[in-house]
């Protein structure tokens, strides 16, 4: 190399490499792959460098968005020079990552309740209702498993005591399209968390994942069940409840399409279901930030993205109001009465300052204590529990589900600003 090829500044043809969106890891270690294939004299690469024996500039890669864009790096001279002969390398990457489908792939995973919200049971907690069909939701089919199950945990008031947990476990079956094991894990992971969303806001029961989705494993479920059996239970083994059915709503498999569509309606999704955890552990003042962007995020999928969160704001107050008019004309009243529900002062007070607002339950430990009409500390927690169920309302009803009529959740507002609602002697 002569000194010409040092002289002057690093110069860079930046530009996109014209491959399909690259979306997930698995399918950018996959086009990676294909250009270290088709580099000459391949010397060296790294997470985002490629380099060839054959020329002294180098290939850099940076991801704008889900579009990988290319620079090649080195003196002026050299870079002229070789672009060419670079841009043929990435034309030819494109072309054979084109040709290189991901292959489908199979996947298990077991679905439960979650046991936080039942940590104010001093026994335990149990779930009696069991699928008793088949359903498909998206690329999964949910099925139950015929086994009675009790997993124990520690006992949230004393971990060294057994807290069990009684349910009829689901099992999930799903395909993803990855290259990799690993790839292929994490594109299921992210469908059964989403499911398990779905299957939170629709029904009366907080759900999570009880394993990991397993890739390819025929013998998954029967292993998972071989070491539930030989777990530690209870003596005397909980009682084996009469069956209940769980019954999924039909819009349920119909939200699924939707929230590939509306990326604000799954991050309301998300938002809703951490909100709904908050509050079954009895962190309402966080709750209440999750519901605003409930809210937020919802006026961006029907109204359109935002731009100024004082947008947002008026947007979540927006909201409200027509939910409470019930499709008639929005009236000062209920625009009133939307701002007084929201509560974004207190929102911003505890996302900005960390701020608590009324009591919270500390250690899980449940509140047996009787409270006054008007008591703030109590009410707070009454009225995030009307806005927690205006948001699951109204995401319900943009996931495709029925609509609400807000008469009894106005009736309950009016309940706590007469003072009529207190805490009872025990829960």
Same mark, same amino acid.
């Given at each position: 190399m002569t000194?010409a090829?040092?002289?002057g500044?690093?110069?860079?043809?930046?530009?996109?490499?014209?491959?399909?969106?690259?979306s997930?890891?698995?399918?950018?270690?996959?086009?990676l792959?294909?250009?270290?294939q088709?580099?000459?004299?391949?010397?060296g690469h790294?997470p985002?460098s490629?380099?060839?024996?054959s020329?002294?500039?180098?290939?850099?890669l940076e991801?704008?968005?889900d579009?990988?864009?290319?620079?090649i790096?080195?003196?002026?001279?050299t870079?002229?020079h070789?672009?060419?002969?670079?841009?043929q390398?990435?034309e030819?990457a494109v072309?054979?990552?084109k040709a290189?489908?991901a292959?489908?792939?199979?996947?298990?995973?077991?679905?439960?309740?979650?046991?936080? #919200?039942?940590a104010?049971?001093?026994r335990?907690?149990?779930l009696? #209702?069991?699928?008793?069909?088949?359903?498909?939701?998206?690329?999964?089919t949910?099925?139950?498993i015929?086994?009675?199950?009790?997993?124990?945990l520690?006992h949230?008031?004393?971990?060294?005591?057994?807290?069990p947990?009684s349910?009829w476990?689901?099992?999930?079956?799903?395909?993803? $399209?990855?290259?990799s094991?690993?790839?292929?894990?994490?594109l299921a992971?992210?469908?059964l968390?989403?499911?398990?969303?779905?299957?939170?806001?629709?029904?009366?029961q907080?759900? +999570?994942?009880?394993?990991w989705?397993?890739?390819?494993d025929?013998?998954f +479920?029967?292993n998972w069940q071989?070491?539930?059996?030989h777990?530690w239970r209870p003596k005397?083994?909980?009682?084996?409840?009469?069956?209940?059915?769980?019954?999924?709503p039909?819009w349920?498999?119909?939200a699924?399409?939707l929230?590939g569509?509306?990326?604000?309606?799954?991050l309301?999704?998300?938002?809703a279901? $951490?909100?709904l955890?908050d509050?079954?552990e009895g962190?309402?003042?966080?709750?209440?930030?999750q519901l605003v962007?409930v809210?937020?995020?919802l006026h961006?999928?029907?109204?359109?993205?935002?731009?100024?969160?004082a947008?947002?704001?008026?947007?979540?107050?927006r909201?409200?109001?027509?939910?409470l008019?019930e499709? $008639?004309e929005v009236t000062?009243?209920?625009?009133?009465?939307?701002?007084h529900?929201?509560?974004y002062?207190k929102?911003s007070?505890?996302?900005?300052?960390?701020?608590?607002?009324?009591?919270?339950?500390r250690l899980?430990?449940p509140?047996r204590?009787?409270s006054?009409g008007g008591?703030r500390?109590?009410?707070y927690?009454?009225?995030?529990e009307?806005?927690?169920d205006i948001?699951?309302s109204?995401? +319900?009803?943009?996931?495709?589900?029925?609509p609400?009529?807000?008469?009894?959740i106005?009736?309950r507002?009016?309940?706590?600003a007469d003072?009529?609602?207190?805490?009872?002697?025990?829960i």
């Amino acid at each position: 190399m002569t000194d010409a090829d040092h002289a002057g500044p690093a110069a860079k043809d930046s530009r996109s490499c014209g491959a399909p969106p690259l979306s997930t890891p698995d399918q950018r270690n996959r086009f990676l792959f294909h250009l270290r294939q088709h580099t000459p004299a391949l010397s060296g690469h790294g997470p985002d460098s490629i380099s060839s024996g054959s020329m002294a500039s180098t290939l850099l890669l940076e991801l704008n968005k889900d579009d990988l864009h290319y620079q090649i790096i080195g003196a002026t001279h050299t870079v002229a020079h070789e672009a060419p002969r670079w841009r043929q390398v990435v034309e030819a990457a494109v072309a054979s990552f084109k040709a290189d489908q991901a292959p489908p792939r199979s996947w298990s995973a077991v679905l439960g309740p979650s046991p936080h #919200q039942g940590a104010a049971f001093e026994r335990g907690f149990t779930l009696p #209702q069991r699928l008793h069909e088949p359903i498909s939701i998206g690329p999964m089919t949910l099925s139950a498993i015929p086994e009675w199950t009790t997993q124990v945990l520690p006992h949230p008031g004393d971990r060294s005591r057994p807290y069990p947990v009684s349910f009829w476990p689901i099992q999930v079956h799903g395909t993803v $399209n990855a290259y990799s094991t690993e790839g292929a894990r994490d594109l299921a992971a992210y469908d059964l968390d989403r499911l398990r969303l779905l299957l939170s806001l629709a029904l009366p029961q907080l759900w +999570i994942h009880w394993t990991w989705p397993e890739i390819e494993d025929s013998d998954f +479920i029967y292993n998972w069940q071989r070491e539930m059996r030989h777990c530690w239970r209870p003596k005397p083994a909980p009682t084996v409840p009469p069956v209940a059915p769980l019954l999924i709503p039909q819009w349920v498999p119909d939200a699924w399409p939707l929230l590939g569509k509306h990326h604000s309606k799954t991050l309301a999704l998300e938002a809703a279901n $951490n909100a709904l955890l908050d509050v079954a552990e009895g962190r309402h003042s966080a709750a209440g930030v999750q519901l605003v962007a409930v809210l937020e995020q919802l006026h961006d999928a029907i109204h359109g993205n935002r731009r100024d969160p004082a947008v947002g704001r008026k947007g979540a107050h927006r909201l409200v109001a027509e939910f409470l008019a019930e499709g $008639n004309e929005v009236t000062s009243e209920h625009r009133s009465l939307a701002k007084h529900i929201v509560m974004y002062p207190k929102r911003s007070s505890t996302s900005h300052e960390g701020a608590r607002h009324g009591y919270e339950p500390r250690l899980g430990m449940p509140l047996r204590m009787t409270s006054l009409g008007g008591d703030r500390a109590h009410t707070y927690r009454l009225k995030i529990e009307i806005l927690r169920d205006i948001c699951s309302s109204l995401l +319900i009803e943009q996931l495709g589900g029925p609509p609400v009529q807000p008469g009894a959740i106005k009736d309950r507002w009016q309940a706590i600003a007469d003072g009529h609602l207190i805490l009872p002697t025990r829960i």
